[in-house]
């Protein structure tokens, strides 16, 4: 089985940065693409951003792009969503999310693990 725990979220002011974490355990080796997704209240789940099993390929949605970054450390086991420019509309409970796919996926029927998720919000 596969852990992943999230960390890094909470309030920040609109216009302002967080970084979230997403540490992986158990049998991570069968875990390839990753991803963030981020879920408002009474709206469905909704991707934010995906990365390939060795980092090399990244893809955002439109509404993050050029704020947010994902990244991992293989190393560590983690991976990270630097997120700049925070705006209220980012306001969500975010998890991330591990893929048996080598290529990255969109999908969120495509992941087989998931975290517990963190809250963001972005004040006003």
């Known amino acids: 089985q596969v852990q992943l725990v999230e960390s890094g979220g909470g309030l920040v002011q609109a216009g302002g940065s967080l970084r979230l974490s997403c540490a992986a355990s158990?049998?991570?080796?069968?875990?390839?693409?990753m991803g963030w997704f981020r879920q408002a209240p009474g709206k469905e789940r909704e991707f934010v951003a995906a990365?390939?099993?060795?980092?090399?390929?990244?893809y955002y949605a439109d509404s993050v792009k050029g704020r947010f970054t994902i990244s991992r450390d293989s190393a560590r086991r983690t991976m990270y969503l630097q997120m700049n420019s925070l705006k209220p509309e980012d306001t969500a409970v975010y998890y991330c999310?591990?893929?048996?796919?080598?290529?990255?996926?969109?999908?969120?029927?495509?992941?087989?693990?998931w975290g517990q998720g963190t809250q963001v919000t972005v004040a006003s």
């Open positions: 999310a591990g893929s048996r796919l080598v290529v990255l996926t969109t999908d969120v029927q495509r992941y087989d693990y």
């Open positions: 158990g049998n991570t080796f069968s875990v390839y693409a």
């Open positions: 990365i390939s099993w060795n980092g090399g390929n990244t």
